[in-house]
């Protein structure tokens, strides 16, 4: 696929993007961020001409604007050493033969061999902090490259205050090479009637009121604590209550393994797997509070989609937590199960402070979105675009 020949007289620079993470029906996190945020940022801009530079064969659908030249670089990185083959020895190619100003990479890699001024962003350093959460081999590689990348990058984007002090701390780098765009939440996400409550809870939770966990089953979503919590907020629950648990089984390890083998009522965890985009909406929407008690995050989009569902939240004190939800959840201490189960059986009983919560996110919820992160984000690039054309 050839260049739109429009681009010729409107161009003003050539920004390479890594969109690897960018698979059809299999956006999480990090794919999301990069999806909402180009998706607004290719269209917005025209004047840009985009170099979209995928692992694998892309869907059409991520073509977002005519601005937009699309190149499939082999092989598929989801290894690390497949990440150092591509980024080290494919990706220095691919940007020298498009002539690249910029090389834009959202889930923080980038080439340490290209001479290419490179941006990167940030999400979170957790393989800093907690490195067992993750295999060996996965752990080494992060924490021997991610550093270089950090000082390599002529400028970082993350997504919190809390990441972008954690990166100034364990990196040294200079806090102004550093911008907080924040992440948003899919507009699909908002309230729902009480039918569709009821058909959503029917069709998922036995028609039985639940609590709603969402993300990859991973160590640091805290999922060995919030099993033994649920446990023992039905010692005392009258109403039925569910857990449902929604997200792939991909980092499923032998403790939450254990803690789900131990659960006495185990028969009210329900797990749905990963769901669509609309599905999701629906038993968000529908859910008696969301449960999201990491005890590690760089940001939580789970925390806004209920916001925006207008879904009592209830998470955690630490990290970035509080600084998304501000006032408008129930922070708990993760690492204790008997704070995360009296949040649990605060939030069952207690209507009032159900509908307190909801309205306080509500408001909280206008703070963030996909549109605000875009713009900061392309101010971000902007920036960096500009130390290019002052080196040129």
């Not at 960018?22 to 998706?39: A, C, Q, S, V």
């Not at 801009?45 to 030249?69: A, G, L, T, V, Y």
């Not at 160590?219 to 919030?226: E, G, M, V």
């Not at 039905?234 to 032998?254: A, F, M, Y």
Request: charged share 25%; hydrophobic share 40%.
């Amino acid at each position: 696929m050839g260049f739109w020949p429009t681009f010729a007289k409107k161009t003003v620079l050539k920004i390479a993007v890594n969109t690897r993470l960018l698979i059809k029906g299999k956006l999480e996190g990090i794919g999301w961020f990069t999806y909402e945020n180009l998706k607004r940022i290719t269209n917005q801009h025209p004047e840009h001409q985009f170099i979209f530079i995928f692992d694998r064969k892309f869907d059409e659908e991520f073509i977002f604007s005519r601005n937009i030249h699309p190149i499939v670089a082999y092989p598929q990185a989801r290894h690390p050493l497949l990440y150092y083959i591509w980024f080290e020895h494919v990706i220095p190619g691919v940007l020298k033969k498009t002539g690249a100003d910029l090389f834009l990479s959202p889930d923080g890699y980038l080439s340490l061999k290209s001479k290419v001024p490179s941006m990167n962003v940030f999400h979170d350093l957790n393989f800093e902090h907690y490195p067992k959460d993750l295999p060996w081999v996965e752990r080494r590689f992060y924490r021997h490259f991610f550093p270089e990348y950090a000082h390599k990058a002529i400028r970082i984007a993350t997504v919190s205050e809390y990441s972008k002090k954690d990166i100034v701390s364990l990196y040294g780098v200079d806090k102004n090479k550093i911008d907080v765009v924040f992440n948003g939440a899919n507009e699909t996400y908002r309230p729902v009637g009480d039918d569709v409550k009821k058909a959503t809870r029917e069709r998922f939770s036995q028609g039985a009121p639940y609590f709603i966990f969402v993300g990859s089953l991973h160590p640091r979503k805290n999922l060995a604590r919030l099993f033994p919590a649920f446990d023992k907020f039905k010692e005392s629950d009258n109403q039925g209550v569910k857990l449902l648990i929604v997200g792939e089984k991909k980092w499923w390890t032998e403790a939450i393994e254990k803690a789900y083998n131990n659960l006495t009522y185990k028969d009210d965890v329900i797990f749905t797997g990963r769901l669509a985009v609309e599905d999701l909406h629906l038993v968000i929407a529908s859910a008696l509070a969301l449960t999201y008690v990491s005890y590690f995050e760089g940001f939580g989009i789970p925390i806004l989609e209920s916001f925006y569902c207008h879904t009592p939240v209830i998470s955690s004190k630490v990290t970035s937590m509080p600084e998304v939800a501000g006032n408008a959840a129930i922070l708990v201490d993760p690492m204790s199960v008997s704070s995360i189960a009296e949040a649990m059986k605060r939030m069952a009983g207690d209507e009032s402070l159900r509908k307190s919560l909801i309205e306080k996110g509500s408001e909280r919820a206008r703070i963030f979105s996909w549109q605000k992160s875009s713009e900061r984000l392309w101010n971000s690039i902007e920036t960096a675009l500009n130390q290019v054309k002052e080196k040129k």
